[in-house]
């Protein structure tokens, strides 16, 4: 620890803390444009000038020297920095105005006004007018992708964008090119970028350079409802602001949780909101002679519960989706307890996972941000690039900071990390478990992480497989079994027992021709239902379950609903409703409650609230919001073995932007979709 | 200056020669493993200089494959560099000085020869033969005003004996790399005035003042 006075305040810090962190601790805020806290310090705005006894006689970059390079004093008194000095005050006008000498006067009609840091500090620290009367610099714009909108003569090279294509997504995909006046900063030839995190570099952008595409021209900042929600385009469950103006959701921008996301999200969590809107169920449909027609809802549950006295329970089953909240699954659950019916099941992809073999048989026990302690990890058919991009930014970030052996078994992806590829199959997993190769090196880690994906577990064989990871997992204290699951509804609904009863028939089983006269499919578009069973689809898009529908019944999507996310960390999340579903459309435990009223069958709640005190009367931990349960790492001991097949592991993700119907409903996902697979000609210019 | 852009007309592919490459691992080796890209700018140098003078896409990929870099950040170093061309140039590519001394001693003389000889900046002879590129200070301010042509320097010039240069080099006639006025490379026009009993007896410095070693042929840069 090193002591330094700010302002006259003395603050004791780590002596590697640099003068802008330890301006922080004293509660001095420094303006600066190229700093950020997740990235590498480039120094290059020299927005963040202080003043500093003990060190050069000049301003000095406060982001880039660090306390203990500054001088105590002559009788050993700390050093002095002072953040608001004449001579700050007078540096920080200096480089604002030169900053703002190449900065275009377009505030009016750039996107950024209201949240730009550029304006804001202009205000705060720059001068009242201008003395430049030159011409202005002019710079061509770039195409870097679909995603990402430039107005090149906006920018103020600060790097971020460089910065964060490098370190955080590590594709490199951004650069700075040319020198001095000249330098622009651009892709590769103008090729777009090729991460899945780069909308991220919209938000990092200090000024009106880099836009969301998307948004282009729709609102302004100060226009939004903002709504703190939770991703539902992967099991992480990143934390969310939902912006809406009027009824529509316009944008989606992260939230900072260091546990979870820190403060990326994927391009599909932030840009298939056109998804919300599109292809969308508004009202109740009826199957006639072959063709859907808009109903009304007494039609729909008269149609259905027809068939539900019809059909016995043996014969009835329900398939809980991918996107579903705890709630939604519960209310589900429910109307199948009080109807006899025994085949639910919420793993369309057949997901060899099941409660009854304890909590940590399925969850990502090493948590998200036991990542950072890991030592090893072994990655067992699985893609985390696509199966979770911020995760894998995360892993990413563990590789760079050094000493962290990564092995692969099952297909070799570009995950922006190197690593050992071990093998395809289970055979390489047998001899990484015999202490083989790879074995060697995880018997040594303390904290070896397994992480173990879809593509090993939905399987024939994948019990066998979690099993045989699981024994390489568990050291001491530390469980790193630690399952990646691609569906954000898969934890909660496994907390909950959305698995089939005694005797109950699996998702597969279900979807099977001749298994089933009448299925419920609760926003489960995954799964190809074969033909014969009566199907009731409640659900938000106009997707494989709607089509496949005898009866539609119109839902809420994660926007549209109050609702519990269980991430796959076991993390429960609550997300807020941000906006009301269109047109007929109800929330999903709404329309299960008014069908058992209709079937005879009334379910115990008439509101979320009592629907939820059910819940967490059910199954507790639902009640703690934000937290983590901790999973008994005994079970993990008793997963049954068994015989491994010769198969290699495939990811079930072929396509990262096209995984739900949400997304599948975004023109700009297709887009991304279509570029990523080389259909479309990058665009030169 | 302005923005440096890849040449719009690029050859299809970029090969180093096996003599190149052999060179190039040399210098390669000479880092740490996993700090190849420290060679980047020496690869780009060869690429060049066996590219006639210029770097076309294939020869940054090329770089940047064999280095393990992204192309863009070797992109940002060929455009980063002046001295890394990015279009053609001529057979015998022009550097003019134009910094504060030799502007001072008539480089805007020798800057008008170009312009009526040789046309725009940055823009090739129809014959192929010449192009020419004002540049920052090349470091021979006594000499001043000078010029680069390719690997060579051509100082003291004025613009009659620059014409002169650019008509010899246009013939193939050979041409006296150096002082174009008689001066011996920067010692006075006159001979020396001082150490005079450490150097040649003819008042010029010694051991390079044999005519026959100071008449080399210009190097087409090959």
Known sequence: MAKIIVDGIEVDVPAEYTLLQAAETAGKEIPRFCFHERLSVAGNCRMCLVEVKGGPPKPTASCAMSVKDLRPGPNGEPPEMFTNSPMVKKAREGVM????????????????????????????????????????????????????????????????????????????????????????????????????????????????????????????????????????????????????????????????????????????AR??????????????????????????????????????????????????????????????????????????????????????????????????????????LLIIGSNPRWESPVLNARIRRRWRAGDFHIAVIGEPHDLTYPYEHLGAGPDALAKVARGEGFGEVLAKAERPLILVGAGALAREDGAAIAALAAKLAVKGDWNGYSVLHTAASRV????????????????????????????????????????????????????RGAHRADVILPGAAYTEKSGLYVNTEGRVQLTDRAGFPPGDAREDWAVFRALSAVLGKTLPFDSLAQLRALLNKAVPHMAQIDEIEKADAGALTKLPAGALSGAAFVSPITDFYLTNPIARASKVMAECSALAKGALKQAAE | M?????????????????????????????????????????????????????????????????????????????????????????????????????????????????????????HVTADGLFSWLEVECLGACCNAPMVQINDDYYEDLTAESFAKLLDDLAAGRPTHVGPQNGRNRSEPLGGLTALTEFYGADGKSGPLSDPAAAAQPAHPGK
């Open chain 1, 492 to 543: 909660g609904a496994l907390d909950i027992g959305f698995v089939p009863g005694e005797g109950g028939l699996t998702a597969a089983a279900m979807a099977k021709a001749g298994a089933l006269d009448l299925l419920f499919l609760v926003g489960a578009d995954e799964i190809n239902v074969e033909p014969g069973a009566f199907v009731v689809y409640v659900g938000t898009h106009g997707d």
């Open chain 1, 97 to 268: 105005e030169f900053l703002l000498i190449n900065h275009p006067l377009d505030c009016p009609i750039c996107d950024q006004g209201g949240e730009c840091d550029l304006q804001d500090q202009a205000l705060a620290f720059g001068r009242d007018r201008s003395r430049y009367t030159e011409n202005k610099n002019a710079v061509e714009n770039k195409y870097i992708g679909p995603l990402v909108k430039t107005e090149m003569t906006r920018c103020i090279q600060c790097t971020r964008c460089v910065r964060f294509t490098a370190e955080i997504c590590g594709t490199s995909d951004m650069g700075n090119i040319g020198r001095g006046e000249d330098s622009e900063i651009t892709t590769y030839l103008q090729s777009a970028m090729r991460s899945e995190l780069q909308g991220n570099v919209t938000d990092l952008c200090p000024v009106g350079a880099l836009l969301p595409r998307p948004q282009n021209f729709r609102a302004r900042p100060w226009e939004y409802t903002k709504t703190p929600g939770v991703d539902v385009s992967d099991a992480l469950g990143a934390n969310i602001r939902i912006d809406t103006r009027g009824r529509e959701v316009i944008r989606i921008l992260p939230r900072i949780n260091d546990a979870v996301n820190e403060e990326w999200i994927s391009d599909k």
């Open chain 2, 2 to 122: 302005s923005a440096r852009r890849l040449a719009e007309q690029q050859p299809d592919s970029f090969e180093f020669t096996p003599e190149n490459k052999a060179w190039l691992d040399r210098q390669i080796a000479k880092y740490p493993p996993g700090r190849q890209a420290s060679a980047v700018i020496p690869a780009l140098w060869q690429a060049q200089k066996q590219h006639d003078y210029w770097l076309p896409q294939k020869a940054i990929e090329k770089v940047a494959d064999l280095l393990g870099m992204p192309y863009i950040r070797v992109l940002e170093v060929a455009t980063f560099y002046t001295m890394f061309n990015l279009e053609p140039v001529g057979k015998f590519f022009v550097q003019v000085c134009g910094t504060t001394p030799c502007m001072l001693r008539g480089s805007d003389a020798i800057i008008e020869v170009c312009q009526k000889r040789i046309g725009e900046q940055r």
């Open chain 1, 271 to 376: 840009q298939s909101v056109d998804g919300l809107k599109l292809q969308r169920l508004d009202r109740p449909y009826l199957r006639e002679n072959g063709r859907l027609r808009p109903a009304s809802w007494s039609e729909a549950f008269g149609a259905i519960a027809a068939k539900v006295q019809a059909t016995s329970p043996d014969k009835t089953g329900f398939i809980g989706g991918d996107l579903s909240s705890v709630e939604d699954l519960f209310a589900a659950k429910a109307l199948a307890d009080k109807l006899g019916v025994k085949n639910i099941d919420a793993r369309q992809d057949g997901a060899k996972l099941d409660p009854k073999n304890g909590r940590a048989s399925y969850l990502f026990n090493a948590s998200v941000e036991g990542i950072d302690a890991a030592d090893a």
